[in-house]
């Protein structure tokens, strides 16, 4: 597992599941990848294709949830500006102190 697994791992342990529950999670998800012309978007589409009517709402439930707490990492891990933007915003301070 990588890091980035690692950590989350931890986060969801801190919600009841186990370290044996998520191992076989990760293991299963990345799978996928060693199946040739396989995406994300086919994965999805097996896994919901092979869910019983009573677990769909479940699983979508947690691909929301995925895509929320993805949205929220990306929010917080603001890119670095390139030196065309630094130049931008510096250009933009001078023209507001000019002004005032």
Do not use: H, W
Not at 60 to 85: N, S
């Amino acid at each position: 597992m990588t890091g980035e697994d690692e950590d989350l791992c931890a986060f969801l342990e801190r919600f009841g599941f186990s370290r044996d529950e998520l191992q076989s999670v990760l293991y299963e998800l990345e799978a996928y990848r060693s199946i040739p012309g396989t995406t994300i978007g086919r994965y999805i589409n097996r896994v919901a294709n092979s869910l019983t009517d009573e677990d769909r709402s479940a699983f979508l439930k947690g691909i929301m949830v995925g895509v929320a707490i993805r949205k929220a990492v990306d929010a917080l891990e603001e890119p670095e500006l390139t030196e065309e933007e630094k130049r931008v915003l510096e250009e933009i301070e001078r023209l507001r102190s000019r002004s005032s």
